[in-house]
């Protein structure tokens, strides 16, 4: 008797349902959903879930172990490429059974096998919400509920506000230095302007001292050579200045006076005298 023993052999020999069972988890790992019997559903299910499994952690061993049920190296890339990429968040249910009626030969029960996550009509085109499930009972009192229900709801509010706060601030910073720059630029121009206002009131005598003391760190060497230079210039316009007058003087002398000078020189002599009135006679 068969007590305790719950293998479907499927009336065939263990060689023989293996192979059949390997090629089953090969079209499905390939087609994603095939059509078999009810008892080879329920049979390939126990077969192809525990291989998904081993396929969220690739590793060479557990590739090797995969291909060691699977017998199919292309059967084996796309489980670790494509299938553990799609149900790596669900912790196990990987395949669905759904019954298809009865055969016509026959009348054996059908059913179709798939791969929950790439039917798109009953996830609706969206993948689902995965949520973790423990074993152990929580154990909370209502006061320590109504807490952590108060200390929690605030938080999602303060994060969302952050970013508009921290927006609002930089711009009321920019306004204010824009302002300030304004005023400032404001500022300097009117205290521009009231200097050259108070430097066109201020006297001859003061703008003197002012230009004397501003002057003062003058190198001494280039004062003196400018002295000098000055001073060059000065003999020079006077010596031309003597040279002009005395010309013009010379120029300027009467008539009268260059024969009083002539007289001066010529002797009084009384033989001059004679020649003169001969002259005259």
């Known amino acids: 008797m068969r007590h305790g023993k719950k293998l479907n052999h499927l ?21 994603k959903r095939i059509n078999t019997t009810v008892a080879k559903a329920k049979a ?13 952690e690739d590793t060479t061993h557990n590739r090797r172990i995969c291909f060691a049920y699977l017998r199919s190296k292309y059967a084996v890339t796309d489980l670790f490429r494509d299938v553990a990429a799609k149900v790596g968040d669900r912790p196990g249910g990987y395949t669905r059974i759904i019954k298809m009626g009865n055969r016509l030969g ?24 995965k ?5 152990r009972a929580k154990k909370s009192s209502a006061a ?52 050259a206002e108070q430097a ?3 006297p001859v005598a003061e703008v003197d001292e002012t230009v004397a003391e501003e ?5 001494d060497d280039v004062a003196t050579e400018v002295v000098t230079n000055q001073s060059e210039q000065l003999e020079d316009t006077s010596e031309v200045v003597e040279d002009s007058n005395e010309s013009e003087q010379a120029e300027q002398v009467p008539v009268a006076e260059v024969d ?3 007289a001066d020189e010529t002797p009084d002599t009384p033989a001059a005298d004679e020649e003169s009135k001969e002259e005259e006679a």
């Open 106 to 129: 026959d009348n054996a029960d059908m059913a179709m096998i798939e791969l929950v996550d790439f039917n798109e009509l009953y996830n609706g085109g969206k993948k689902e919400e």
């Open 44 to 56: 390939l299910k126990q077969f192809v879930e525990p291989l998904i499994t081993k396929s969220k």
């Open 200 to 202: 066109e009131q201020v």
């Open 144 to 195: 320590e509920k109504t807490v952590v229900a108060e200390t929690a709801t605030p938080s999602p509010i303060v994060e969302e506000m952050t970013p508009i706060v921290d927006d609002e601030a930089t711009e009321v910073v920019t306004n204010q230095s824009e302002q300030l720059e304004n005023t400032s630029e404001v500022v300097e121009d009117s205290n521009e302007s009231e200097q």
């Open 131 to 135: 949520k973790g499930r423990t074993r």
């Open 260 to 262: 009083e000078t002539v």
């Open 11 to 31: 009336s065939r020999q263990s060689g023989h349902r293996k192979s059949m069972l390997a090629n089953m988890a090969c079209s499905l790992i390939e087609h």
């Open 215 to 219: 002057t003062t760190p003058i190198v």
